[in-house]
């Protein structure tokens, strides 16, 4: 769908005063570069979420799992454990380490422009701040200092931006992390009962007291992290659904896209169709390989 109603904040309608030299080449041309945002907060927040996970492991690995005599629940639960981890750390490296959907910085150039051989009354919204034209629903964050394709939110704890096409990975990185904390919790309630039945003593190689300090340590982490990325992963699912992203609806923006059913939108995201791929951090979606210069006229 496109809009008659032009928007003129943070755009500029005379495109210009770029070298060529400076433009980057197209999207598609650098999917395969690495993507890393240098932004101190972003790694700091990102290395406490690696680190936190490694502490879950250590404290689930070696006081519950190692000093139990039941070795079949070791081992299930182990192997169930693990893999959750690694599959939560794979989404969050991909999250981190994928271009969100970064349109090329400075390519608003008159030569550029008019190579688009734009229709009369055609439109071209160029962002004031990266130089680039903006293709609709593109936003500017000012962390990565790029407009970002269906841009949803900047994300700290991942260090990057959330948009069109790393989503998938955020998403799944939510859901892991949130089905690691409803194991970690169901594991330390059978823990505590089985401690509070047997001699304390017995129940782990630490000391008791150490034992119970890193058991609610892991409680207290295991329930903050259920909540937030519970809420998080909700809320996703209902953006993906909507197809409508978290910037969209905090300006209460217009729609000036055609709607879709919701099965449709999630297909967008996790890739068509529907298979197993859905759920692995290691399978890219199709999208993004569509024409990201949709102009709004
Ligand atoms: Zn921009
Ligand atoms: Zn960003």
Redesign the pocket.
Known sequence: MRSPVPRFR?VERQAGGQHPAQCLPPFHERQNNMWFIRDACGIVCAIITWFLVFFAEFVVLFLMLIPSNNLTYSLVNGTLFNSLAFLALASHFRAMCTDPGA?P?GNATKEYIESLQLKPGQVVYK??????I?PDR????SVC????RKMDHHCPWVNNCVGENNQKYFVLFTMYICLISLHTLVMVVFHFLYCFEDDWTKCSSFSPPATVILLILLCFEALLFLIFTSVMFGTQIHSICTDETGIEQLKKEERRWAKKTKWMNMKAVFGHPFSIAWFSPFSTPEHGKADPYQYVV
């Open positions: 943070d349109v910085k962002c004031p701040k990266c130089s680039s903006k593109a936003h500017h964050c200092k790029r407009c970002v």
